[in-house]
């Protein structure tokens, strides 16, 4: 292989790479990234056996085709390291593959590719087709809620509910509760039907390798895994197992209960303000909803008390919940400050109930009151 390569793109791809490269496996050869010359083009691959990557690198001169293993730690820091606009010829003769730059040279030692496991590509039909900004707001408005470290293996990812109207994603630790819905297109005689649960790195991957708001993000679902392309880059993931949790059950239609309209900027503000007294033993926020204002309070025996007054529109009768901060926090982080938040409360034993106008969905179990 012999090829002629920017360094701009290289490195875009290989920071994308080396997310997936795992720094301790009992296969060696995982830690390396794999670089691929055809006529069609130069690609850069890597895998864990759990999730792969496959990203297309643009602006490469190909004089020879072929492939190489490289180090992707070393690999990362000699293009990282070298300066702006650094051209690389990169070569190998089967036993030691020369990046050259016009200042530096580097022998790296060689390993066999075929020993590489493959990286599956996108597949021909049957997937959906979803925007770019939603796919963004899909994962970061439900990843957070996540469990990684739950015994119930399906907490630690994302729920993907594909049906006639579009798609919902899902994240929950049983504790609080994240959905997003919004539009997606099935192309190719895709089944509308799928319900993967995707492990929640695979989705902030999925994130972090999205283009620009006008690209379209192709997603396909297998028995035992799921794709996603976005541009020149292809995510494959093994789904988690297991049953996930009931969800639409933790949204149930409440009409005695008190819904108030609130701002998340402010609101948020509040919260953290409230939470400054609380501690790993006291951590709960009373929150107060009187006529006329929101009062949210926090105590512990070593840091306080702490009382915070938000004016809001409602005129009711007092209602009181006793919530973890924390998940508050959460959700209102990933909301732009000016959106408009309805908070629903029936009593202090009921979850809590968010939502805003464009398909979002938030549920906190309340905590015991003192």
Known sequence: MKIRCPKEPLLAALQSATAVVPTRSPKPVLTNVKLEATPGGVVLSATDLEVGIRIEIEGVEISAPGAVLLPSTRLMAIVRESGPGTVFDIHSDGTATVVKAPRSEFR????DP???????????GEYFELATPLVRELVKRTVF???????RYALGGVLVEFSQPGVIAVGTDGRRLAKMQGPAEARDGAQADAQPIVPARAMQLIERCLGGGDQTVHLAVRSNEILVKTGGTTISARLVEGR?????DVFPERPDAVRVQLVAGPL????RQAAIVTSEQSKGVDF????GQLVLSGRSAESGESRVELPIDYSGATVRIKLDPRFMADF???LDPAATVAVEITDAQSACVCSTEDGYGY???PLAAD
């Not at 075929?114 to 021909?124: C, N, Q, W």
């Open 108 to 111: 790296l030692p060689a390993e």
């Open 114 to 124: 075929l020993e590489f496991p493959s990286v599956a590509t996108f597949p021909t």
């Open 145 to 151: 809620a996540t469990d990684s470290e739950s015994s």
């Open 244 to 248: 996930f949790p009931r969800w639409r």
């Open 268 to 271: 948020l503000a509040a919260v």
């Open 288 to 291: 107060s909803f009187e006529s």
């Open 332 to 334: 209102l982080r990933v």
């Open 363 to 365: 549920v906190i179990m």
